[in-house]
T-cell receptor, first 113, second 111 residues
């Protein structure tokens, strides 16, 4: 089944403790992206990747890192999480860019205390 | 800058119509529409490209007016399954491959 998976689905952590949220897709998609969703603000793009080793900042990249060493994986790294990064995070992928439909993962709800 | 969606919320009776608008301050290359049900991930509805085309998905259609830098989503003869939050995502000509979403329009269809 074609899908985007994220792990963990739920995470509660403390300020400053490094964490990684994994994202994987099995559709051989070139384009992958991370969004955060906060009430009233919709989906805001954090980082995106056009292909392996090619990443670029979205609208809200501060406090986040990403890497794209393999085509299927696009982990989101929070080196020193802060409470303002408490949010619902979605990973998405599409065949080759923003002119195709994006498939979203199930989401990761992160709480930073 | 995020596109502005209006209205923020709408309540419909089954069978009624509604229009959701999405406006940007920048010249647009494409507009995406997604629907998200409570507790779920957003699901793709359609993409409209520069050229003023109109598209349809079942009884949901959309138009894109690039001169006005806006798109509209039309919910026709609404069904209970249309309930959810609708998001437009825009790609502007200056920043390719970056998708910026609006704040969402919450739609509730009642029997």
């Amino acid at each position: 089944e074609a899908q985007v998976t994220q792990n963990p689905r739920y995470l509660i952590t403390v300020t400053g403790k490094k964490l990684t949220v994994t994202c994987s897709q099995n559709m051989n998609h070139e384009y992958m992206s991370w969004y955060r969703q906060d009430p009233g603000l919709g989906l805001r793009q954090i980082y995106y990747s056009m292909n392996v080793e090619v990443t670029d900042k979205g609208d809200v990249p501060e406090g986040y890192k990403v890497s794209r060493k393999e085509k299927r994986n696009f982990p989101l790294i929070l080196e020193s999480p802060s409470p303002n990064q408490t949010s619902l995070y979605f990973c998405a992928s599409s065949l080759s860019g923003t002119l195709q439909k994006q498939y979203f993962g199930p989401g990761t709800r992160l709480t930073v205390t | 800058q995020q596109p502005v969606q209006s209205p923020q919320a709408v309540i419909l009776r089954e069978g009624e119509d509604a229009v959701i608008n999405c406006s940007s301050s920048k010249a647009l290359y494409s507009v995406h529409w997604y629907r998200q049900k409570h507790g779920e991930a957003p699901v793709f509805l359609m993409i409209l490209l520069k050229g003023g085309e109109q598209k349809g998905h079942d009884k949901i259609s959309a138009s894109f007016n690039e001169k006005k830098q806006q798109s509209s989503l039309y919910l026709t003869a609404s069904q209970l399954s249309y309930s959810g939050t609708y998001f437009c995502g825009t790609e502007n000509e200056a920043a390719g491959n970056k998708l910026t979403f609006g704040g969402g329009t919450r739609v509730l269809v009642k029997p």
